[in-house]
C-alpha cells in the first residue's frame, strides 16, 4: 500500500470479528473475561492490551513503514518508556534546540536518576560523534526543531550511530510520517506526540513510539506495561480517527505554511523567519531531501526584537488562536519565551534562536487569505 491508502487502511484488515464494524469499536474496558486462567481472544487486562489500542499501534508502525507500534498517554510518557531503557551511567547526545517538555524531563528527572546528557547542535557530524563515549546509548533528535525549525540530516546521523552502536531515536512529531519517515533514513526509533498532527483536532493528548527491532519491541511493550503509561481506548479512537485524514491536512498545512512563510518574509517589520522550505533557509537542501514538503510551522522574530511588541502580536491575533501546542486543523500562535520554553534558561533558550519576539506559529488549514489578513492586522 501507498501512504494514502495506509493512513486509512493500515493494519486496520479484521478490526472488528464480533460485528464486522468498519471503524474500530472503543473498548472501554479494564479487563477480558477467560474461559479457564490463562485462556482469553489475546487481551487480559487493558494495561497489557486493549483491542483499540492495538488497532492504533498498528495504524502508526504502518503509517511510519515499521514492525512495532506502542501508543502511549503523553508524547512524554513515550520518551520516558524510551529513556527508561537505560541505566545509570548511560549518556544521551540530544539536540540542544528541543521541545521543553523533553528538556525538562532529561535535565531533571533522569539527570538525577544518573544518566548524562549532552545537548549540542547536530549540523555538524564531527561536532556529533566527538561526543561519543564508550558509554553512549542513545542520541536523540528532533527534526525539524521546536521552534527554531532547524532540520537535522537522519541519514548521516544514523550511519554515525550504526558506526558506534548507539541507538538513534527521532522525534516525528513536527514532520509526521506522511512529511518524513525516521525509519527509512536508518533511525532505530520514532516517536511522536500524537497530541500534534496525527490526532489532527487538539481534542487528545497521547504519544507513540514505533520500532523495527523486535528485542527492543520487546524491551519497550515491557516498559510500557510495567510502568503503565498507556493510551486508553478512548485516546486511541481520536489518534486512529485523526490519521485517517492526516495526509489531506499536512498537505493543506505545508500549502498554507508556505503562504504565511513568504508573506512574513515580505513584510516591513518582520526580521527573520523560519521555516524550512525557503531557498534561504540554512538546511533547506537537508530538508528538500528527507521531507515530501515542510509542514506548517513557521517561526519568525521581529525587528527590534521587543518582548511587549511579540506580547501585543499574540493578543491582537483574531484567527489565529493564542495558545500552546501545534498541529490541529485551527491556526494557533504561541510565544515560546513566556510559554513553551518558559522551563529553559534565559540564556540557554537565547543561545539557539529563543530570543524575546520570536513568536511559533502552529498554521492550520482555514482558508489561507484569512490567516494572512490577520497576521497582516496583529503585525499592524
Ligand atoms: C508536544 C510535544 C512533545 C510532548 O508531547 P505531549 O503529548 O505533550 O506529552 C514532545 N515533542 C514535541 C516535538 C512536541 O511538540
Known amino acids: 500500500m501507498k501512504f494514502n491508502t495506509k493512513a486509512i487502511h493500515g493494519g486496520q484488515q479484521d478490526i472488528d470479528p464480533a460485528y464486522g464494524s468498519v471503524m474500530s469499536p472503543i473498548y472501554q474496558t479494564s479487563t477480558f473475561s477467560q474461559k479457564t486462567p490463562g485462556s482469553h481472544k ?4 487493558s494495561r497489557s492490551g486493549n483491542p483499540t489500542r492495538s488497532a492504533l499501534e498498528k495504524s502508526i508502525a504502518s ?11 503523553s508524547g512524554l510518557a513515550a520518551i520516558d518508556a524510551i529513556i527508561k531503557t537505560l541505566k545509570p551511567g548511560d549518556e ?8 521543553g517538555g523533553t528538556y525538562r524531563l532529561f535535565n531533571t528527572i533522569y539527570k538525577d ?12 557530524m564531527d561536532t556529533i560523534e566527538s561526543y561519543i563515549t564508550k558509554n553512549t546509548k542513545l542520541i536523540w533528535a528532533e527534526t525539524p526543531t521546536n521552534p527554531m525549525m532547524n532540520v537535522v540530516d537522519i541519514e548521516a546521523i544514523s550511519k554515525i550511530a550504526k558506526k558506534h552502536k548507539v541507538l538513534l531515536a527521532v522525534d516525528n512529531t513536527f514532520a509526521t510520517a506522511y512529511l518524513q519517515r525516521p525509519l527509512d533514513f536508518g533511525a532505530d526509533i520514532v516517536m511522536h506526540s500524537a497530541t500534534k498532527y496525527l490526532g489532527g483536532h487538539s481534542d487528545v493528548i497521547s504519544g507513540s513510539i514505533v520500532v523495527n527491532d523486535d528485542k ?4 519497550l511493550y515491557f516498559i510500557q506495561n510495567a510502568s503503565g503509561g498507556i493510551a486508553g481506548p478512548m485516546d486511541s479512537f481520536l489518534v486512529l480517527r485523526g490519521i485517517k485524514t492526516l495526509h489531506l491536512r499536512m498537505q493543506r498545512h505545508s500549502e498554507n505554511g508556505r503562504a504565511v512563510a513568504e508573506y512574513l518574509q515580505n513584510h516591513p517589520k518582520v526580521e527573520n523567519v523560519y521555516w524550512p522550505g525557503l531557498k534561504d533557509h540554512p538546511n533547506h537542501d537537508i530538508a528538500k531531501k528527507q521531507m515530501k514538503d515542510f509542514g506548517g510551522m513557521v517561526s519568525f522574530t521581529t525587528k527590534g526584537n521587543s518582548y511587549k511588541e511579540a506580547i501585543k502580536f499574540v493578543e491582537n491575533i483574531k484567527v489565529f488562536t493564542l495558545a500552546e501546542s501545534l498541529g490541529g486543523v485551527e491556526s494557533l500562535a504561541g510565544h515560546p519565551a513566556s510559554m513553551t520554553h518558559a522551563s529553559i534558561p534565559k540564556e540557554e533558550r537565547e543561545k539557539i534562536g529563543v530570543v524575546d519576539s520570536l513568536i511559533r506559529l502552529s498554521v492550520g488549514i482555514e482558508d489561507k487569505e484569512d490567516l494572512l489578513e490577520d497576521l497582516k492586522q496583529a503585525l499592524g
Open 216 to 219: 527492543l519491541a520487546e524491551q
Open 63 to 73: 503509517i511510519e513503514n515499521g514492525k512495532h507500534g506502542l501508543a502511549f498517554a
Open 113 to 124: 536518576f544518573g544518566i548524562k546528557f549532552h545537548f549540542i547542535g547536530m549540523q555538524s
Open 42 to 45: 489475546g487481551f487480559e487486562y
Open 92 to 99: 544521551v547526545i540530544s539536540t540542544n534546540d528541543l521541545y
